[in-house]
């Protein structure tokens, strides 16, 4: 399936290597999107005329549900349109965000499927119509699932190549397809023995295998509306452009924004405060351009100078590192500042990195624990300490 999918690709979309550009991601999703509603309204209308032939509520049922699936197609072809257009006045960020709101839509669709298909099915648990199902239609109801599962690769592997929740959503509401469509072939197998309920009962089934695929495919569209964390992959290739450039001290402080296939980056570089201004700006100009042409978007580099030639810098640094190394809910500290020329009486100031998971009355104990250790070494120093919010990274 995989070949067949690269080969209607390259067919299709030009420049379909170029999966950043909102207008190949609208190509793909069109690509997808007309290919299963094509497919889904040929399947409804064979699984349509056999289950009103055989009077099976589960098949009549798979059949709009089938249906469904071509609606879905639909709001993704709509999204990824939506999706491609540039920024707006009322949308300075874009519309990429739109995929997901897509899937979401797809998901509120599935659901309100599965609660008509539940009722019906449990009204025909109590209340069976008796028919004997001929194997031909057995036969042609197992080849609609075979068609359907294919279908269902094909998406998924449209999504997995631009990383679309949407495509990938589709992919999951073919999938549930190819489950229900399963189940009415036992129902129908088992009408031939006399088991009439069991059309209602595994109508009941597909209903819930209908609200499971719609939850997920919720909670996968939510999280990047709401705001997820960057990959780690992400953070780890941020870092090393950064330190890849002379005179980067250090790199903390990573915020990664994404709107869709738009993001916006912004960093903290460490670097000595011996360098010129001019120097330094435009240090940091190439590192912006350097993480900009592998992810895009927009990059925001702000500079951290530091004070190494300050002659207590090494002796405090030693000693916060012997202070926090045994803590397991510390992950970092940086930003590492003395300012003052007392070396007794200077004021010191750094960042913590804590686990994302701490609460603040959890990070202000921690705060509270390393200002006591520290003041035990310098007394007559004054120090404060900043916990980095959720949303900032450090490796």
């Known amino acids: 399936m995989k070949r067949l999918t690269n080969f209607l690709v390259v067919f299709f979309i030009k420049d379909h290597q170029n999966i950043k550009s909102l207008k190949v991601r609208s190509e ?43 609606i879905t197609s639909a709001v993704i072809i709509i999204g990824f349109k939506v999706a491609r257009k540039p920024s707006d006045k009322e949308h300075p960020f874009g519309h990429g965000r739109m995929e997901s709101i897509a899937a979401l ?16 099915s449990f009204h025909h648990i109590f209340n069976p119509i008796a028919t004997t199902v001929p194997y031909t239609v057995i036969v042609i109801i197992t080849a609609t699932l075979i068609v359907k599962h294919m279908l269902s690769r094909f998406s998924y592997i449209l999504g997995d190549i631009i990383d679309s929740a949407a495509l990938k959503a589709d992919a999951a509401h073919h999938t549930t397809d190819v489950f229900s469509t399963g189940l009415v072939v036992v129902a129908l197998i088992a009408s031939r023995f006399g088991i009439y309920n069991m059309d209602g009962i595994m109508g009941m089934f597909v209903s819930l295998i209908i609200f499971y695929a719609a939850y997920v495919i919720a909670k996968d569209a939510v999280t990047p509306l709401l705001g997820e964390p960057p990959s780690r992959e992400s953070l780890n290739a941020i870092e090393t452009i950064a330190k890849s450039h002379e005179g980067v001290l250090g790199v903390h402080d990573i915020i990664y924004n994404s709107y869709g296939s738009h993001c916006i980056i912004s960093l903290h570089i460490e670097v000595s405060d011996k360098k010129q201004v001019t120097t330094l700006h435009t240090l940091s100009e190439h590192i912006e351009e350097a993480i900009q042409s592998e992810f895009g978007g927009m990059v925001i580099v702000h500079l951290d100078p530091i ?55 959890e990070n202000y104990d921690i705060v509270k624990s390393v200002k006591t250790r520290f003041l035990e070494t310098f007394p007559k120093m004054k120090i404060s300490i900043k916990i980095e919010p959720m949303y900032v990274y450090n490796l």
């Not at 056999?50 to 589960?58: D, L, Q, Y």
């Not at 004070?307 to 202070?323: A, F, G, L, M, W």
């Open 105 to 120: 839509v797809v998901s509120v669709l599935l659901f309100v499927t599965g609660f008509e298909l539940l009722r019906t």
């Open 28 to 70: 793909y999703g069109s690509l997808e999107g007309w290919v299963s509603i094509l497919v889904n309204i040929v399947l409804f209308a064979i699984k349509l005329w056999a289950g009103i032939s055989v009077k099976s509520i589960s098949l009549i049922a798979d059949a709009v549900h089938t249906l469904s699936d071509s």
């Open 307 to 361: 004070n190494k030639d300050h002659p207590q810098y090494n002796r405090v640094k030693e000693t916060i590192s012997n202070i926090i190394v045994d803590n397991k809910q510390i992950i970092s500290f940086h930003e590492l500042r003395i300012v003052g020329e007392d070396p007794e009486k200077c004021n010191i100031v750094f960042d913590l990195a804590t686990n994302k998971d701490l609460s603040d009355q």
